[in-house]
């Protein structure tokens, strides 16, 4: 829609010539130029690889409008279609990030509106130098430290484009969001995106642009390594980016589906598995009056899948927490069943910390007839790793209870103790089973 507003200005604010002198435009918003002046403005603005996608070039220099003209439209298509492209990216980046937020302002189109111009402000997009696409590079505040720009931007590939992600997973372009980056200074997975393609851990993000390499511990490292290599490469060139793996990968089967690559069972019996719900459903052990401390709830940092958004944490005293599941609601026979007990846990990059996990199988009077667990795990840094209890028939099986433990080993004040989602209690089956184990099937 045309702007009301007359430009009486006499001249061009570009070559601050008289518009007596030239052809002159005047633009949707109202203000006049030089039509050639604008046509250059708009040509030297075109974006490239070497510097974020900003289109700041395509704006009316007075009132910061896009600059919209039927004259102009051969220059400006190509660029409005990029603009709603890196829109729709905005978008996908703010669902991931805040999607409490963006949930909540899917019906109200103020708030949507918001919404989208912070992730358009906060957010680093750059173009493949492969296949021409913008993707999500990190967040303004690293690229303005730099200006956006790298000398060698022949290395700023999209996650489909980059034959590094692509050994790992065979479908980078939908999965990016997913990717699970080494550091590259160093060899703990990476937290950080900035410059459209240089990955950090907390650490290291913290001491740029100062951060020096920490030399890879070989054998004593257990971070996955490149095919043949026993070392990590860690400093300041692209070869030290490695993609250690793919979460929506991890959990698939088959990569096109979020299905857990597991063994054929029921559906899960633990109720508010990874904090979705606060806490509802689980209770803190209490043992001779002594109550635990509780495991606490907090959005997910290091993504497990696509779906999952929250996780509990520990402190620094060991947290516990206990569901029971009674199994005679749900089976017809207890006693002749597998059950699986799991959850995947993990650990800060910054602060070691440590994970238990045990099930107990009671009887109808409430005797434990059985328990077992794992032994003291050390929480892996900044990914996450799958604890698993399997148990055979138990004789007078009637409940199976879940308790998972964890805490910080440094003692810190806060939430930085081990992490924990996924918990799960399945009863186990092979084909063709179900309609003899669970009740109403």
Same mark, same amino acid.
């Given at each position: ?36 002046? &604008?046509?250059? #403005? ?31 439209? =051969? ?31 899917? @019906? +109200?189109? $103020?708030?949507?509106? %918001? ?30 430290? *730099? ?18 992600? #692509?050994?790992?997973? *065979? ?7 997913? @990717? ?31 951060? #020096? ?42 990569? +096109? ?47 497990? $899948?696509?779906?999952? #958004?929250?996780?509990? &944490? ?18 017809? =026979? ?15 990059? $910054? ?19 059985? %328990? ?19 148990? $055979? ?26 992490? &924990?989602?996924?918990?799960?209690? %399945? ?15």
């Amino acid at each position: 829609m045309a702007s009301s507003f007359t430009d009486n200005s006499t001249e061009c604010a570009i070559c601050f010539e008289s518009f007596d002198d030239a052809e002159s435009i005047t633009l949707t918003c109202g203000h006049r130029w030089h039509t050639d002046c &604008v046509k250059q #403005q708009l040509r030297s603005a075109k974006p490239n690889t070497s510097q974020r996608l900003l289109f700041s070039g395509y704006r009316c220099a007075k009132c910061k409008a896009f600059c919209d003209h039927p004259e102009l439209r =051969d220059l400006t298509r190509k660029t409005d279609e990029l603009r709603e492209r890196v829109d729709a990216l905005v978008e996908e980046q703010l669902k991931a990030d805040l999607p409490a937020a963006w949930e909540g302002a899917r @019906h +109200d189109r $103020d708030a949507k509106a %918001r919404l989208l111009d912070e992730g358009r402000r906060n957010y680093a997009f750059y173009l493949c130098t492969g296949c021409d696409e913008p993707y999500f590079g990190g967040t303004v505040e690293c690229a303005d430290e *730099q200006q956006g720009e790298l000398i060698a931007s022949e290395d700023r590939l999209c996650p489909a484009c980059s034959p590094r992600a #692509q050994k790992i997973c *065979q479908h980078s372009f939908e999965h990016g969001a997913y @990717h699970v980056w080494k550091c590259r200074y160093c060899c703990n997975p990476a937290t950080f995106l900035c410059y459209g393609n240089v990955h950090f851990c907390k650490a290291c993000h913290d001491r740029n642009p100062n951060v #020096q390499p920490i030399p890879c511990s070989a054998e004593r490292c257990t971070f996955p390594k490149s095919r043949g290599q026993t070392t990590h490469s860690n400093g300041s060139q692209s070869e030290c980016e490695q993609l250690y793996y793919c979460a929506w990968c991890e959990s698939s089967s088959s990569g +096109d589906a979020f299905v857990e690559n597991e063994r054929t069972g029921s559906r899960n019996f633990i109720v508010n598995s990874s904090g979705e719900e606060g806490t509802r459903g689980w209770s803190p052990i209490i043992v001779r009056g002594y109550r635990s401390q509780m495991w606490q709830v907090e959005n997910t940092e290091v993504r497990v $899948d696509p779906h999952t #958004q929250t996780n509990f &944490v520990s402190s620094y005293s060991w947290a516990s927490m206990m569901q029971t599941v009674p199994l005679h609601e749900y089976v017809r =026979d207890p006693s002749s069943v597998q059950i699986e007990v799991s959850s995947k846990f993990m650990g800060r990059t $910054d602060c070691p910390s440590v994970f238990r996990m045990e099930a107990v199988v009671t009887n109808s009077n409430g005797r434990i007839v059985h %328990r077992v667990g794992t032994s003291e795990l050390t929480a892996p840094a900044g990914f996450w790793e799958k604890a698993s209890l399997t148990i $055979d028939p138990v004789n007078d099986a009637h409940e199976v209870t879940m308790i998972v433990y964890g805490k910080d080993a440094n003692f810190w004040a806060g939430n930085f103790g081990s992490k &924990v989602c996924h918990c799960s209690v %399945r009863v186990l089956w092979e084909e063709g089973e179900i309609g003899n184990i669970l009740r109403g099937e």
